[in-house]
């Protein structure tokens, strides 16, 4: 793992297998007794999580998408570290909103000004724009202090296609 940070950090994994084969020797992996509770599938996309007893409000998730290649042998493990899910939706949740709020403020600003009345609602634009910096600020710290567990989730993925190999 580097130690770059960035915003949902993804890799990619070329597996030896055609795309159906190596979702079933991927699902077979994850069903061993070492993987069964940190990982599950569903089609062409297995996650991995962290232990409840062990998540933090920024505890990441790692999603792992099977894609197809241009040789039919071979397939291509797209692998993304996200939020989980239900912290994903809030952030971009709150993202819309403040996006939503600084357009209108704009707009609202602009109908005030042309009218010949002061445009306070222009107060709403550094705002809307503090409150995205904040967010995206708060996710890089929290993808630093959440590290150790994207490695975690990385030899896990590691030990998946390990297991895979092996059969």
């Not at 890799?11 to 509770?37: C, T």
């Not at 602009?110 to 503090?130: E, K, R, T, Y």
Request: include cysteine; charged fraction near 20%; aromatic fraction near 10%.
């Amino acid at each position: 793992m580097t130690n770059q940070i960035q915003m949902q950090p993804t890799f990619r994994v070329q597996l030896p297998w055609e795309r159906e084969e190596a979702k079933g020797r991927l699902r077979r992996a994850i069903q061993s007794d070492e993987l069964a509770s940190h990982a599950a599938s569903a089609g062409w996309v297995i996650d991995y999580r962290i232990e409840s007893a062990d998540q933090r409000f920024w505890s990441p998730h790692l999603s792992v998408q099977l894609n197809r290649m241009d040789e039919p042998t071979s397939t291509e493990a797209f692998c993304r570290f996200s939020p989980r899910p239900e912290i994903w939706t809030m952030v971009m949740a709150i993202y819309m909103v403040a996006a939503c709020c600084f357009f209108a403020a704009l707009i609202f600003g602009f109908v005030q000004w042309s009218m010949g009345n002061p445009p306070w609602s222009l107060v709403a634009v550094p705002i809307s724009l503090l409150v995205i910096a904040g967010l995206h600020g708060a996710s890089l710290i929290g993808q630093g202090w959440s590290r150790d567990q994207m490695d975690v989730l990385r030899s896990r993925w590691e030990r998946t296609v390990e297991l895979a190999r092996s059969e």
